[in-house]
């Protein structure tokens, strides 16, 4: 396990022990079949695959002004294609702690730990993201600064490390920080957001022997409402250099979320379109980090329907384009899901 995987487990389980008031628990876990369509350079293959996945949220207040919450998750699925079985594990744990929703500022502390572990990975047009340790740290505080406008501060800190030996020339530190104003305009709340972040790479390139540093600097305006209908729209800007040549890109990315209720259950659609250009000629297989958040387009329709009190069925269909890992290489994804759920 990496040091900030442990880290955030020992974190989890000093607060599982501790004698913390007004503590709640919950849990879910879901399980289903699955399958998938993969397509790249004109080809196709189709995947069959079985998921299941549970998670708890463990919430406490340890004083009035304080609430802590712990929410290990872990999932598994296995893909079979026509040559090759691959099995996929994920395992993270997220602890924040933060003040309680009173007086013009608030604060939140969190560290985070994710492990992803893929065995057989198989070739293109088939791809799924390689094995590899993340972790975080960072902190949000906001303060209330009159006429109704709130300023979000956000800074986090982590690093990832990837398990195939021919990624780990990915394996880097990375830096984030934001600025943000938020405002209430009409029946929902506006947010426009500043970030900028930069990613130091471990592995240094020859002949030269540098090592790769990018930049990034991104704007993103948002507005949603919450209520009988929940609506969030998204359009955002992203600017990327590098000290390395081939790695400059620009991108634009546009999202939308709708869920509404459904008879006895609810209906939800989640919608993306982004566009990654690269600035100057690189090299075609160069490695990339691959980043939903610049390069992601997808359309998920998803309806939950009850079962009983504490049983659902969730039906998901979804559309999916992506880079590979490789600079500007794609893949789409078409699938098609049944998750049971209990909770």
């Not at 009035?64 to 994920?90: I, K």
């Not at 602890?95 to 293109?124: E, H, N």
């Not at 990018?214 to 609506?231: N, Q, S």
């Amino acid at each position: 396990m990496s040091h900030p995987a442990l880290a955030a487990a020992s974190l989890a389980a000093l607060f599982f022990a501790a004698p913390l008031a007004a503590q709640s628990l919950r849990y879910d876990l879901r399980a289903g079949p699955e399958v998938i369509l993969f397509q790249s350079g004109g080809l196709s293959e189709h995947a069959m695959a079985a998921r299941a996945s549970g998670g708890l949220v463990l919430a406490a207040r340890p004083s009035e002004r304080l609430t802590l919450t712990v929410q290990p998750r872990a999932g598994l699925r296995v893909f079979a294609f026509d040559t090759l079985t691959s099995t996929e594990v994920v395992a993270d744990v997220a602890t924040s702690l933060g003040s309680a929703a009173r007086g013009r500022l608030r604060w939140q502390v969190y560290v985070q730990g994710k492990l992803r572990d893929l065995s057989d990975a198989p070739a293109l047009p088939a791809y799924l993201e390689p094995g590899r340790a993340e972790g975080w740290a960072g902190a949000v505080v906001s303060a209330a600064v009159g006429g109704g406008w709130v300023l979000e501060a956000r800074g986090s800190a982590g690093l990832v490390r990837y398990t195939p030996a021919e990624w780990e020339v990915l394996d880097r530190n990375v830096t984030l920080g934001a600025l943000g104003l938020v405002h209430a305009i009409g029946p929902g709340t506006a947010r426009l957001t500043l970030a900028a972040g930069g990613e130091g790479y471990s592995e240094a390139v020859e002949p030269a022997g540098l090592e790769r540093d990018d930049t990034r600097w991104g704007l993103r305006v948002e507005w949603g409402m919450r209520g009988a209908i929940v609506l969030q729209l998204e359009s955002g800007f992203a600017w990327s250099s590098s000290n390395r040549v081939g790695f400059d890109y620009r991108s634009r990315r546009f999202g939308l979320l709708l869920s509404t209720s459904l008879g006895r259950g609810s209906a939800q659609l989640y919608a993306a379109y982004a566009a990654k250009t690269y600035t100057e000629l690189g090299p075609p297989d160069a490695r990339v980090s691959p980043s939903d958040r610049d390069t992601g387009s997808f359309v998920v329709v998803q309806t939950t329907h009850p079962l009983g009190e504490s049983i659902s069925v969730h039906v998901r269909g979804e559309w999916s384009r992506s880079e590979t890992g490789f600079r500007d290489q794609y893949f789409q994804r078409l699938g098609l899901s049944a998750l049971l759920s209990v909770r």
